[in-house]
């Protein structure tokens, strides 16, 4: 009997490493060898396990409903769990949210699973679970079921939070819908959220400066998704929330789904001061580090300006810019053109410069 043996492109490992959590190219690799090859049903709609999207979808069919219902699912490990403007609850919320927002979809319902270590101050539990409330309250979303299991401590140093989100699409948003001459939006200023994170967790005396934009963005996507073309479809084609490996990752994911080139202005980008010189000492690179209260938009051009101008109405949106383009150049990759006229690309990061930040 010939036994097939399976091609494994994991990296040189028989073990998980943090780079398997990272959101490049090895976890890429762990989902796909390992997850996708060993589970044989993925899909229950249009946007299913395969698509590996902000979340997927679930067809209704009945006599008298004929709907597609958004699911997602994240689980937030991060360190510390309080930060300069958000905490771990905070983040599970709007994590959740966020994910059924870049869908196009309205959040119906979370759920809230907690493994929490022995020892682990009630206080701060309940400090937590408050945190997660406003976030949810801000978007007008119940949290209508959960769990808690308790580990020893000795097994889990800190805790971890898993929501699920149900919502709903009058128009399910992908984020492998850019066409060529679409523009990229991001909706406000890059890498806070990691760079804040680090610079606290390293003690650095320039934290004050820097804080997390952790937010749940529905208020302001359910702004744009009305913006319609005269022939009744959606301005926006695609959308994804650049968390882990930041800006650099998701385009780079958005243009290999999308099968296009995408093109950058470094000198459109925004991003705080304060971010890129703490970047700049701590040595990494502020696209490729995470966002969790930002969202990349590809719109058809000629409703950029539209789209543009009404996230910059919304709060979370006021440093919104067009950043670049799609196009037919290069498809599958992304490229920075730099303010001194010099091209080069925007590579998938391999790893995350800074662990457990989501
Ligand atoms: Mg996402």
Redesign the pocket.
């Given at each position: 009997m010939k036994i097939q043996v399976k091609e494994i492109t994991m990296p040189n490992t028989t073990t998980i490493t943090m780079e398997h959590g990272a959101g490049g190219e090895s976890m890429q690799a762990l989902i796909r060898d390992l997850i996708l090859n060993n589970i044989t049903r993925k899909s229950s709609g249009t946007v299913g396990l395969e698509s590996l999207?902000?979340?997927a979808t679930v067809r209704i069919e009945t006599d008298n409903c004929n709907a597609e219902i958004v699911v997602?699912t994240?689980s937030h490990v991060i360190k510390p769990i309080f930060f300069p403007d958000a905490d771990i609850g905070r983040l599970a919320v709007s994590?959740t949210v966020?994910?059924l927002a870049?869908m196009g979809a309205a959040p119906l319902a979370l759920t809230c699973a907690i493994v929490v270590p022995e020892g682990f101050e009630l206080p701060v539990f309940e400090r937590i679970i408050r945190s997660m409330n406003t976030a949810a309250e801000e978007v007008g979303v119940p949290i209508i079921t959960g769990d808690t299991k308790t580990i020893e401590r000795s097994g889990l140093d800190s805790i971890i939070i898993n929501t699920t989100g149900v919502g709903m699409a009058e128009n399910v948003i992908r984020?492998c819908g850019l066409s060529s001459g679409d523009k990229i939006i991001v909706t406000g200023t890059v890498g806070d959220h990691g760079t804040s994170l680090l610079a606290h967790r390293e003690g650095f005396d320039f934290e004050t400066a820097l804080v997390s934009d952790v937010a749940p963005l529905w208020n302001m996507i359910k702004m744009v998704l009305p913006i319609r073309a005269a022939d009744g479809t959606p301005a926006i084609t695609a959308m994804?929330?650049?968390?882990r490996g930041g800006l650099a990752a998701?385009l780079n994911e958005m243009a290999q789904k999308s099968k296009i080139g995408i093109v950058l202005n470094e000198e459109s980008i925004p991003i705080k001061i304060s971010v890129s010189s703490a970047c700049e000492m701590l040595g990494i690179d502020p696209l490729e580090v995470a966002n969790e209260g930002k969202a990349i938009i590809g719109v058809k051009a000629e409703y950029a300006e539209k789209v543009l101008s009404t996230l910059r109405s919304h709060p979370y949106g006021k440093d919104a810019a067009i950043v670049g383009e799609a196009t037919t150049e290069d498809p599958g990759k992304v490229i920075i053109k730099t303010a001194f006229g010099s091209k080069r690309y925007v590579d998938v990061p391999t790893g995350d410069p800074i662990p457990r930040v989501c």
């Open positions: 999207d902000d979340g997602t994240d994590g966020n994910d870049m984020d994804k929330d650049p968390t998701t």
